[in-house]
């Protein structure tokens, strides 16, 4: 896709799609939301990127392999269910800790760690997929 | 007139009118003589989806609607670019060798243009 319009806007709507997909992923404790459609969005923006300035620019700019993400993603959810066993308690039990940062405290939970590997699991197998479907149209 | 029934009157107008944009846009997707009218007939139907999330949302006051909406207005042109692309890349289309933006080089036997 060499259209100037596209180029110039797509790492700008990359980012954005990146920021929102963030916050879909923190939000999705307590309302809609949570780490698979966070990873989604995710996903999608980096395969604009792709379509706007070409596979092996997004993968440079990735610096991993997305499936490396995918597996620490992975890693991150099984670690958040086995955290309590450290304390004798079963598999996947919430762990929740009152993070105190200089104004506010923060309440921090291992179900937050296995969101986010489930964002990453997503965000990375989705845009391998997306990757390796580009990169097969443009040989 | 109170401002919010006054915002009250314009969702309730506003729905029809989307429905109507909306029959239009699905004529345009059934009827569309080339595929790049359906493609951009499709991108229409999103942002008709997006107007009628707003409206829903002014009307029963559930912001959930607003980023469902925002979502969608994300990730709607996902789809038109990559309709966009394969209609560039379908087979029986030759494609230029080099972007427009550039110039292109010079072949011999043909007469040089200004750039």
């Known amino acids: 896709m060499n259209t100037l319009i596209f180029r110039t806007i797509a790492p700008f709507l990359a980012a954005l799609m990146l920021v929102f997909s963030v916050f879909v992923l923190l939000r999705g404790h307590n309302e809609p939301g949570g780490g698979f459609i966070g990873g989604l969005i995710a996903a999608s923006a980096f395969a604009i990127q792709g379509l706007a300035q070409g596979v092996s620019a997004v993968r440079r700019a990735l610096k991993m392999d997305p499936l490396g993400i995918a597996a620490i993603g992975l890693l991150l959810s099984a670690l958040a269910g086995f955290l309590p066993f450290l304390g004798a308690m079963p598999f996947m039990t919430g762990l929740w800790i009152d993070l105190n940062l200089v104004a506010d405290t923060v309440p921090v939970s291992s179900v937050m760690l296995f969101d986010i590997g489930v964002y990453l699991v997503v965000a990375g197998t989705v845009t391998a997929i997306a990757l390796a479907l580009e990169e097969k149209e443009t040989d | ?115």
């Open chain 2, 1 to 115: 007139m109170s401002s919010s029934s006054l915002l009250a009157l314009a969702a309730t107008i506003a729905l029809p009118v989307l429905a109507l944009s909306l029959a239009a846009t699905a004529w345009r997707v059934v009827r569309g003589p080339t595929l790049a009218d359906r493609v951009l007939a499709l991108d229409m139907l999103t942002a008709i989806a997006i107007g009628f999330m707003a409206v829903f949302s002014i009307l029963t006051g559930y912001s959930l609607y607003i980023d469902i909406a925002i979502a969608l207005g994300l990730v709607g042109f996902l789809a038109t670019v990559a309709f966009a692309r394969f209609i560039l890349t379908r087979p029986g289309r030759k494609l230029p060798d080099t972007p427009p933006d550039r110039p292109r080089p010079n072949r011999p036997g043909q007469r040089r243009r200004r750039a």
